[in-house]
């Protein structure tokens, strides 16, 4: 059973830094793309960054400069270090992850979400 375990979100200020890590873990027999994703009250799911196998990266006009995508390809993890957080970067985040499991079915994952909130 894959699972994608997040951990790092919290409560802020503005202009502070945050650090995200999701884990995967389960019959993994390959990982494709990593990302994130966030969804604040009342708006629709965005993609905030994503980062390919090779270490391709995609960002969000709205995070460019700020936010910084990795991957641990030995460890099956993505980290999102964020900072100069502003009040508008809040929201759930949420880890996906394109995963081949052990039965070599391939889908997306997600993790159960962390909560990053800046106050002003």
């Known amino acids: 059973q894959v699972q994608l375990v997040e951990s790092g979100g919290g409560m802020v200020q503005a202009g502070g830094s945050l650090r995200l890590s999701c884990a995967a873990s389960g019959n993994i027999v390959s990982i494709n793309n990593m990302g994130w994703y966030r969804q604040a009250p009342g708006k629709q799911r965005e993609l905030v960054a994503s980062i390919t196998t090779g270490g391709r990266r995609n960002y969000r006009d709205s995070v460019k400069g700020r936010f910084t995508i990795s991957r641990d390809n030995a460890k099956n993890t993505v980290y999102l270090q964020m900072n100069s957080l502003k009040p508008e970067d809040t929201a759930v985040y949420y880890c996906?992850?394109?995963?081949?499991?052990?039965?070599?079915?391939?889908?997306?994952?997600w993790g159960q979400g962390t909560q990053v909130t800046v106050s002003s």
């Open positions: 996906n992850a394109g995963i081949m499991a052990a039965d070599y079915t391939f889908r997306d994952y």
